[in-house]
Nanobody, 119 residues
Framework: QLQLVESGGGLVQPGGSLRLSCAASGFTLDAYAIGWFRQAPGKEREGVACISRVGGSINYADSVKGRFTISRDNAKNTVYLQMNSLKPEDTAVYYC????????????WGQGTQVTVSS
């Protein structure tokens, strides 16, 4: 079965950190750009970050620049999202998606992992 599985979410206090993982099953991630997205209750899905197939091109949403870092380890078939200096407004379900390139549409996506930032 071809799928992406996110992990690493949880409850964290403002100013804290989390690292999310996006692992592929049934296919190799190195054939795809990988994007992280989030959706908070009552809000539209927001693109957070995207990394090209070999990591040469990375882009971030303005809301997370300087706080979040996307990276990939193709040998482990995994993409990461390191989130630092978390704010309550970062609370959302975070998803990863595989695309031919960052500007293309999703081909595969996961079920998401909940991130809650609260004191």
């Amino acid at each position: 079965q071809l799928q992406l599985v996110e992990s690493g979410g949880g409850l964290v206090q403002p100013g804290g950190s989390l690292r999310l993982s996006c692992a592929a099953s049934g296919f190799t991630l190195d054939a795809y750009a990988i994007g992280w997205f989030r959706q908070a209750p009552g809000k539209e899905r927001e693109g957070v970050a995207c990394i090209s197939r070999v990591g040469g091109s990375i882009n971030y949403a303005d809301s997370v620049k300087g706080r979040f870092t996307i990276s990939r380890d193709n040998a482990k078939n995994t993409v990461y999202l390191q989130m630092n200096s978390l704010k309550p407004e970062d609370t959302a379900v975070y998803y990863c998606a595989a695309r031919p390139r960052c500007s293309a549409r999703d081909v595969y996506w996961g079920q998401g992992t909940q991130v809650t930032v609260s004191s």
